[in-house]
């Protein structure tokens, strides 16, 4: 897979449930950020989580990262219809400023 | 609260014609880059802009490519000849500069670009 992969690439929960979602990369990182896209809209950042943290909290968003397994998960609790959109990892490489984005997660969510 | 603004939001252009894609970062914003996300596939970097000039670039920023920061607030990207596969929506976004440009990027709302 390439740097930043989402999976699962769909995800279609009722209103009230949970969302995860995974995101693995290759390379080593300094940070990994989340960013939502409202359909056909920007790309709207969540949060970051560096490298030497291991868990970050944001409201009804809880993100992980785990270096050794070059990989990181995004859980939306109690999820909204407002939360429907697509879902995407994105790291910077080491060296340099380029994010490199993964094919999204699309979430679902049914009121 | 700041924000990236972009415009126009819609651009229709023939083949060929050059167009102008314009953006506003975040004041004091020192890292600026472009984007583009052609329909159904993943945000592509394009190229990053510090201390104005050009710090990276993609194999897709060719020389049919370039920007410019014409004064203290407008970054643009310009196409000089448009292809069809330049069909897309690119985005513009901007960075405090505080960590070496790894630090957030803040995205526009995007220009979706059509090439007939």
């Known amino acids: 897979s390439q740097q930043g992969e989402e999976d699962p690439q769909a995800l279609s929960i009722q209103e009230g449930e949970n969302a995860t979602m995974n995101c693995s990369y290759k390379t080593s990182i300094n940070n990994l950020q989340w960013y939502r896209q409202n359909s056909g809209r920007g790309l709207v950042h969540l949060i970051l989580?560096?490298?030497?943290?291991r868990e970050k909290h944001s409201g009804r968003l809880r993100v992980t990262l785990d270096t050794s397994k070059k990989s990181s998960s995004l859980l939306i609790t109690a999820s909204r219809a407002a939360d429907t959109a697509s879902y995407f990892c994105a790291t910077p490489r080491a060296a340099g400023n380029k994010l490199t984005f993964g094919g999204g997660t699309r979430v679902l969510v049914k009121p | 609260e700041p924000e990236v603004t972009q415009t126009p939001s819609h651009q229709v252009t023939q083949m060929g014609q050059e167009v102008i894609l314009r953006c506003v970062p975040i004041s004091n914003h020192l890292y600026f880059y472009w984007y583009r996300q052609i329909l159904g596939q993943k945000v592509e970097f394009l190229v990053s802009f510090y201390n104005n000039e050009i710090s990276e670039k993609s194999e897709i920023f060719d020389d049919q490519f370039s920007v410019e920061r014409p004064d203290g607030s407008n970054f643009t990207l310009k196409i000089r000849s448009t292809k069809l596969e330049d069909s897309a929506m690119y985005f513009c976004?901007?960075?405090?500069?505080?960590?070496?440009?790894?630090?957030?990027?803040?995205f526009g709302p995007g220009t979706r670009l059509l090439v007939l």
């Open positions: 976004a901007s960075s405090t500069g505080l960590a070496g440009g790894q630090e957030t990027q803040y």
């Open positions: 989580i560096r490298s030497n943290e």
